[in-house]
């Protein structure tokens, strides 16, 4: 501090006459009155996190002197200083602030987490924290904030792009489907919440996540055991921090809608040729009534295609004019266009999630609990889910040496009306069999009139029973399905220090999930009617417990770190389910005991054990050099009775050596590398040999042998990997980069290969050879603007895959993953030597240059069993930002993919109905494309014949996209996209606003999920949400069989803290 | 000093304490892996049950009914255009032929354990004799099928095709072996066809053997002839003894054509046939089809256009009879009219010496009584001109008469008129594949990728894989 001499100084000489010390005194007296009286006042404030959350026990210091200041438990602090002197505002794992006096004596700090400290905290197997600088594998942290920025319910939604190699495999957003996460090329991924195994994302509220660690290789899982191969996504419940008592309320609204459609025709209506049919009365069987209506024009009604008559508004009898009694009978209306049927099909959808958390902290204890409201539609009329989360997580000090603690989990859930994805549903029915001129709102009001259902798709005026399809409003509001869902899971545990260096831990614990469901076809439609219900459950129980001693040599140079644990694990999973058949006796009553013929029945019991010890040893020396090994024996009942261990270990070391190289740019710098194995055991009950029990026959039993022969002597598999990696920071931390490379190889897996069904069989179960994949991960984070006002963080990340079959088994050349994915054998194969993910089917021939080798009628020349392309994609990755101006911040990701191939049958089918745009409109010689060739019209195909003559015609509209159906290569698509996924706008209030309120933060923002589609290959379809058909885990999506459309949400977000 | 070895003693035991455990080689989990969802002992009568449950795939099949152009489809014309090329026997293998394989190889292993589901003889009889019946059935459709090296599980998981010669001179032994050891006092249990009456059986397999030699004629005639007058005599007798598949009105036993018009009506017949039987005045057009709904004469939808572009209403579809019901019709297995015919064939080929007119008539008598036509309105017709015996024209006119007779049994229909090559039928007119009516079904994808080389030889061998190929028997 300054003091401003010069003008007393003036003064001084004046009075230089009189004492000069006592002048010298008194002056010195009147600075010092004048510069208190002046400048010094009382500054007070709250300091909090990003999150709003106050920090006690944060400094607060006036640069330059000795000053300081401690926040109290709710964050405020009190100081002394004057205007213009500058506080600095500090706490253990966030960045330093510094914010100058103004005239106000208020100041309030918001400190943001160093994300990129060097002490970062991970938390690993175990449930140990480690820090990040002492990790010798890939692993990759994410906040809880940040996470569940745009209020995603689904976590693996939620995680989409953030973490390089892990891609979410979308499911469509029009369902409540979670995604699956696709981590290195595989899914299955373990989710563990504070050291619990839980069944699925969907147990996990992820507005109780305190962060998110992803581990992605086996030198990282090697703790986790045989279910964390896969990789593991490592949850820590939200907890209070000592001095800390916080209470939170969020809640969130969005609205849902439609996002994406097909391109339709609008030219032309439901029908199988252009020209009109026309009613002829017959005086024997219609009403006399009818003789008027003989000569009107009627379209093809049992047609569920559109290759009928052109929209010119000709007055026609519309499907609902036959409708006795309906206000509509009898009608002649225009045959004209209804672009936005489909659209206006769906609903906007809203959603509700409210949750309330509060945490309390203290010297020896800490209590956390989250309760959390879901109420959820989707765009699909009828659909909803309720859900309630319920956690709790808390843990005491009982002594010095006894700490105990528990996390407690609880979910229930109810889902009505599940839309139901692939061929046959609403999405099939509206893109690939429908009539385009048709009125949906009509539909919805007429469809079920006194009593009777009617449809669009009536054989005849005289006969109103449906062809193919009931009315679309018909199953949404009538084939009601139930499913209710109960989830608990959580831990039990105690933490007993010995001394210094040795401590134990034991925990228990237990997941389980129950499900409830039942389904129904309802009477009145085009189906018999029918009913199901099932009853499932499913639970893990295991016990855990490890002892360690820990200990420093070589004056505290050398740390090290030894454990020894067991683990025993039991699964049970037993279902019963039963539907009846042939119909229901009673009408509109649905119940298993009307069933008219003996219901279907089956029930499961499912039940494995696994055991094991485990080893582990981490040494660090002089904080540069780090070196963890682990030994893992594991005992599992699903094996060989005679062979049934399985030994892995795993090694991971890093090094830090940035010290070393004393470059300024660069403040931190480690390289890594680490081997491991994991055990993989098979499933259960392959080791038996059974009979499969059929349907009956009368009274007589009906068994058959298994289509998968069971083996004996079965074995576990190991997965064995090796990573190496690179991890830098520049600037200051400014810029960071994380870059690993790993390879695996799968050995002797213990799986179901398919064989040629003339073995009898058309599976195997054996340990089959050897599977290869290689890849690169790559993070690149940086904090391009950091100033008082403004601060911009973003990171990067990109992974690459390779995959490869080694050998499958001896004899078998080739092993087919799905063998009938589409009509005419559509497969997709892995072939020893190739690239992982062979789609083979039928493929139009080409001669050398490309052209399409051509039949005389100009159609294509298909050749079987063709290779045509890989399923695996070229390189996947995301991006997101964080943009924060004093107070309003805006944070958004997108996610990307390039490469990759899937097979679209809506594409195929809506070209095949006529409903595409493709279909219509005028051909290259200017001629309507569904004119009659005759008349100019058709489809110009060029090519060559089978001895290379130039073949050059015009083929019929309807036969030219009705011959593509099934040619494979003609409806596989390239996969890549780029995709806004989330985004978020938002301003924390000012304290000022909220100072004489009970809130002490209040955070309101705008959110925004599946936004935009910024990029992709395919028109109408979203290739970052292709639906399973068939097997909706596999980790690579091949084909859509009826997606339904991709819809986006919109909404606001509050969050106060108390 | 005192604690840092009470330290390292505590951490010795411990470790000494884990080493044992770690060094057990197994785990003992008692019943942990024992499948309690299903069971581990054999039932072989359950076995047969579920192998007869295959026989509607093939008797009440729709395929050969669209080759043969009895029937043609409505609106989705791809099927009766040949666009399906490749086809799969996998379930034929993994299921029935499995299973029988299994009774087979639980009754010669271990007979005594299977007693309970009827004499052992004939157990092993039946499950030869539907071997055959089942092995003749794919390889009269594919050719070249794998057979001796075939349903060996992991002992064989590429099995070599075998010639259908091969196959044929096999299951003619299969069958052979079967008829010298059934025991027509015995019991067979689990026999959902003819609830144990070996009597039956003996019927069944000679008539099986009787056509089975008709269809070698052509290739191996020496050899047909004597299995034909080795099977005559023990063949069926009368339409009393016409087998047909017992099926039954619940759902999971029913007539498979009753499922395919529960909701839809895909097929009815085509122009092709309903045009024959009126030109030739047949009374069984009643019995055969329905009036078209809007009224007038029998119509049929013309065979194999892109675009039919037909009303529902102005078709005649397949039977009442068949389509709701299909306890009595649309499932017949063998009738007394092919026997009858297979007669008067022989003897025109001079293998007998009956008089080829007299079985001729017989056969038409035998068709017209399974449809139930009076005998006026059968004499009727068999004074009309096409139809009266000329024996100038007699094997086309068996054959012709055949084709009408198997009307809906679409595997035997095809396999003879491959082999007797009338009636004239011209192929599709909006074909997608090949040169003509298929001959033969192409090999699935999935034999084509699992057991490559096998394949490779069988179609080197064989010829080209596509339906033109013709078989081993279908000489002309």
Redesign the interface.
Known sequence: MKIKLNSHLNLTKYKQMKTKLNGILTLLLALVVQFTFAQNKTVSGVVSDQDGLPLPGATVLVKGSNTGATTDFDGNYSITAKQGDVLVFSFVGYNNLEIRIGASDQVNATLSQDAQALEEVVVSALGITRSKKAIGYSQQTVQGDVLVQAKDVDLNTALSGKVSGVQMVGAPSSTFDAGLLRLRGETGVLYVVDGIKVYSQSDINTDNIGNISVLKGAAATALFGVDARNGVVVITSKSAKNGQAALTVDHTTTMTSVSLLPDYQNEYGGGYYQEWDTFSFNPATDPADWAAFDGQKIPYYAADESWGPRLDGTLVRHWDSWIPGSPTFGELRPWSANPNNIRDFYNKAINNNTSVSWAKGGEDYKVSATLRNLDQELIMPGASRKQIDMNVNASFDFSEKLNVYTSLNYQVRNTKNEPAQGYGGIGSNFNQWWQRQLDIDRLKDLYFFEGNYYSWNIRSPRNSRPLYWDAPHFGPDNNNTNQEKDVLFGNFGANYKFNDKFKANLEVRRRYNGYFSNSRIAFGGLDVPRYSESRSRYEQNEIFGFLSYTDRFLNDALDLDVKVGYQMQQNKETSTSASTVGGLSVPNFYSIATSVDRPSYSNSFVNSKVQSNFASVSIGYNSMFYLDGSYRLDWGSTANVNDNRLDTYGFSGSFIFNSLLNVDVISFAKVRAGVAQAPIFPGAYQTTSVYNVGSPYGSNASFSVPNTQSNPNLLGGTRNETEIGLEMKFLKNRVGLDFTYFDRKDSQLPVAIPVTAETGYTGLSINSGQTSSNGIELAISGTPVQSDNWTWDMSVNFGTLEKRVDNIYPGIEKNVLGGNLSWYSLQLQEIPGEEWGTFVGRKRKTDANGNYILNSDGSYVVETNQKLGNILPDFTGGFSSTLRYKNAYLNLGLDFQKGGLFYSTTNMFSSYSGLHASTAGLNDAGKPLRDPVDDGGGVHVVGVDANGASVDTYVEAQEYFGGLFGIHDAWLYDASYIKLRQLRVGYTLPQQLIANTPFKTVDVSVIGNNLFLLYSKVDGLDPSEIEGQGSLTSPYRAVEGGQLPPARSIGVNVKINF | MI?MKK?IK??GI??LS?GL??S??????GN?????????A??T???L??A??SMPAKVSEVEGNMWVQYIAQV?YT?ESRY????R????W???A???L??IIDLNTANPEAYTGSGSTNNQLAVAKILKAYYFKHLTDSWGM??FSE?????E????AFDTQEDVYMASFDLIDEALASIETAGALK?D?LFSGDMNKWKKFANTLKMVMALRISDIAPATAQAKFKEAMSGALASSADNMHYPY?T????DNPWQDRF????DYALSDVFVDHLLAHNDPRVASYAELPA??GNYVGVPYGV??P?V???NISFIADEVIYDGTTAGGMIFSYAQVAFSMAEAAERGWITDDVATWYYKGIDASMAQWGVSSADATAYKAGAEVVFNSAKAMEQIATQKWVALYLQGAEAWAEWRRLDFPVLSPAP?A??GTGIPVRY?Y??????????NYNAAVAAQGADTQDTKLWWDVK
Do not use: M
């Open positions: 604690t330290n505590f951490f411990v470790a884990l455990l770690g057990c080689e197994t785990v003992d989990f942990e892996n024992v499948n309690p969802n299903q069971p581990s054999a039932s009568q359950a076995l049950t579920n007869l449950r609106t791809e666009a399906t090329t490749q799969s026997y996998d379930g293998y993994a299921g032929l499995k299973d394989q299994e099928i794998p075939a349903l060996k599980g992991v064989n998981i590429t099995p689990g959902i039954l619940e759902d999971t036993n529960e909701t839809r009506e809007a009224g892109a675009n572009n009303l529902q209403a909006d997608e594949s192409g699935s994808a999935n034999v084509a990728a699992l057991n490559e080389a």
